[in-house]
T-cell receptor
């Protein structure tokens, strides 16, 4: 089954304790992205990657790191989480064709609800 | 700074009404504009628009883009309670996705 998986789905942690949210896709998609969603703010892109070893900052990259060592995986790392990073996080993957993203074939993960105390 | 602004932020209508949701944008390198519907989980894709004046349709939903005036509208006719959701607009600005805050639509029976 084609899917994007995220783990953990829920996490409560404390300020300063490093954490990683994993994201994995099984569709061989080139483009992967992390978003955070906060009430009244829609989605905001944190980082995106157009291929292995290629990552770029989105709107709100501060306090986050990513890596893309393999095509299928795109982990989100919070080195020193703070309460303002409490949010709902989505990972998504998109195929690319002809130099563009194929949005109607995209997949979103189920979301990770993170609370930082 | 790239930005996408949606209006209204929320809307309550009765079943059977027609609604129009707005999305305006200012971005550096426009590639496409996207509409999504979000219920309780992740957003689901509705439309992608790249050219002005070409209307996209899917059943009771339709959307049009005006690249000169930098906006798009999403129309929903004969609304049903199942249309209640947050509708999100996003713009692909050279592969970076800029999102609006969304319009929360509530359809009353």
């Amino acid at each position: 089954e084609a899917q994007v998986t995220q783990n953990p789905r829920y996490l409560i942690t404390v300020t300063g304790k490093k954490l990683t949210v994993t994201c994995s896709q099984n569709m061989n998609h080139e483009y992967m992205s992390w978003y955070r969603q906060d009430p009244g703010l829609g989605l905001r892109q944190i980082y995106y990657s157009m291929n292995v070893e290629v990552t770029d900052k989105g709107d709100v990259p501060e306090g986050y790191k990513v890596s893309r060592k393999e095509k299928r995986n795109f982990p989100l790392i919070l080195e020193s989480p703070s309460p303002n990073q409490t949010s709902l996080y989505f990972c998504a993957s998109y195929p690319m064709k002809g130099g563009g993203l194929v949005y109607n074939e995209q997949f979103f993960g189920p979301g990770t609800r993170l609370t930082v105390l | 700074e790239d930005k996408v602004v949606q209006s209204p932020l929320s809307l309550v209508v009765h079943e059977g009404d027609t609604v129009t949701l707005n999305c305006s944008y200012e971005v550096t390198n426009f590639r496409s504009l996207l509409w999504y519907k979000q219920e309780k989980k992740a957003p689901t894709f509705l439309f992608m628009l790249t050219s002005s004046g070409i209307e996209k349709k899917s059943g009771r939903l339709s959307s049009i883009l005006d690249k000169k005036e930098l906006f798009s509208i999403l129309n929903i006719t004969a609304t049903q309670t199942g249309d209640s959701a947050i509708y999100l607009c996003a713009v692909d600005s050279n592969y970076q996705l800029i999102w609006g805050a969304g319009t929360k639509l509530i359809i009353k029976p």
